[in-house]
């Protein structure tokens, strides 16, 4: 038992040092594809288009803004008959010059060129559904008593939806996916919220491009389908197409309102 404890221990002290040899031989000895990455994501009410344009580092390399960051890629957005420039206004943002009136349902197509590598994503601002009605819940949660509203909704477009309390400090976390939309209701549930007045309740509705769906899945879901040597979320899919590239390109439309205005 003794020599066989002895002989582990001597097997975990080789794997440790061979795993500093491989730290100071990985960035040397693996191949390296640089990858342009793409953020945008623009609403109803936005004044004008943007994008953030960057590109990745190697696994080992310090990551900072200054290492990522990308001035000269050219930047199109065409929608309609028109083209319009996105300009470079510091760090890695891409912005479009004029003053803008987006529009529901109007396809934007995104165009980035930096190098060799070309990536390209459209999108639309959905339309939002309509609210058919919004009933209470009571419910009880990590041992209090709390409220959801439950909104009955009815959507012309497909895509992802959240509805919160504009007070409450909420992520991307909680999104339900409107898949079907031929004479067909949702069902939204709000976050939890304390506050039993409806009057002094106000909510947000945001309705997202469904193509954000892959990437919410991906991102914060966990799942994958990158294979079976992967794990959930290390395959983060995004809807920007091209050679080495990734990214999400994205429009989205919102509501405020009053729960009250519409509760039964």
């Given at each position: 038992?003794?020599?066989?404890?002895?002989?582990?221990?001597?097997?975990?002290?080789?794997?440790?040092?061979?795993?500093?040899?491989?730290?100071?031989?990985?960035?040397?000895?693996?191949?390296?594809?640089?990858?342009?990455?793409?953020?945008?994501?623009?609403?109803?009410?936005?004044r004008n288009l943007s994008v953030s344009v960057t590109?990745?580092?190697?696994?080992?390399?310090?990551?900072?803004?200054?290492?990522?960051?990308?001035?000269?890629?050219?930047?199109?957005?065409?929608?309609?008959?028109?083209?319009?420039?996105?300009?470079?206004?510091?760090?890695?943002?891409?912005?479009?010059?004029?003053?803008?009136?987006?529009?529901?349902?109007?396809?934007?197509?995104?165009?980035?060129?930096?190098?060799?590598?070309?990536?390209?994503?459209?999108?639309?601002?959905?339309?939002?559904?309509?609210?058919?009605?919004?009933?209470?819940?009571?419910?009880?949660?990590?041992?209090?008593?709390?409220?959801?509203?439950?909104?009955?909704?009815?959507?012309?477009?497909?895509?992802?939806?959240?509805?919160?309390?504009?007070?409450?400090?909420?992520?991307?976390?909680?999104?339900?996916?409107?898949?079907?939309?031929?004479?067909?209701?949702?069902?939204?549930?709000?976050?939890?919220?304390?506050?039993?007045?409806?009057?002094?309740?106000?909510?947000?509705?945001?309705?997202?491009?469904?193509?954000?769906?892959?990437?919410?899945?991906?991102?914060?879901?966990?799942?994958?389908?990158?294979?079976?040597?992967?794990?959930?979320?290390?395959?983060?899919?995004?809807?920007?197409?091209?050679?080495?590239?990734?990214?999400?390109?994205?429009?989205?439309?919102?509501?405020?309102?009053?729960?009250?205005?519409?509760?039964?």
């Amino acid at each position: 038992m003794k020599k066989s404890f002895i002989v582990l221990i001597l097997i975990i002290t080789a794997f440790l040092s061979s795993c500093d040899d491989l730290e100071q031989s990985v960035d040397s000895n693996l191949p390296y594809v640089e990858k342009l990455i793409i953020q945008g994501q623009f609403g109803i009410n936005s004044r004008n288009l943007s994008v953030s344009v960057t590109k990745s580092l190697p696994p080992l390399e310090e990551l900072t803004l200054e290492k990522v960051t990308i001035k000269d890629a050219v930047c199109k957005v065409y929608y309609k008959d028109k083209v319009m420039n996105l300009i470079h206004q510091g760090q890695s943002i891409y912005v479009s010059e004029d003053t803008l009136t987006l529009e529901e349902g109007v396809e934007y197509r995104l165009e980035v060129k930096w190098k060799d590598k070309v990536a390209t994503a459209s999108t639309t601002i959905p339309i939002l559904p309509e609210i058919i009605s919004v009933k209470e819940k009571k419910i009880r949660k990590w041992g209090f008593d709390q409220i959801t509203y439950e909104f009955t909704i009815k959507s012309r477009d497909k895509g992802m939806i959240k509805i919160s309390e504009t007070d409450y400090n909420y992520s991307d976390y909680g999104f339900q996916l409107i898949d079907k939309i031929d004479n067909e209701y949702k069902i939204v549930l709000t976050d939890p919220i304390y506050d039993e007045n409806p009057n002094n309740i106000s909510f947000e509705m945001v309705l997202t491009d469904i193509q954000y769906y892959p990437y919410y899945q991906t991102r914060y879901e966990g799942d994958s389908d990158g294979g079976i040597f992967n794990n959930g979320g290390l395959n983060v899919e995004g809807n920007v197409k091209g050679n080495n590239v990734f990214g999400i390109w994205l429009g989205s439309n919102y509501l405020i309102g009053n729960i009250e205005t519409y509760l039964k």
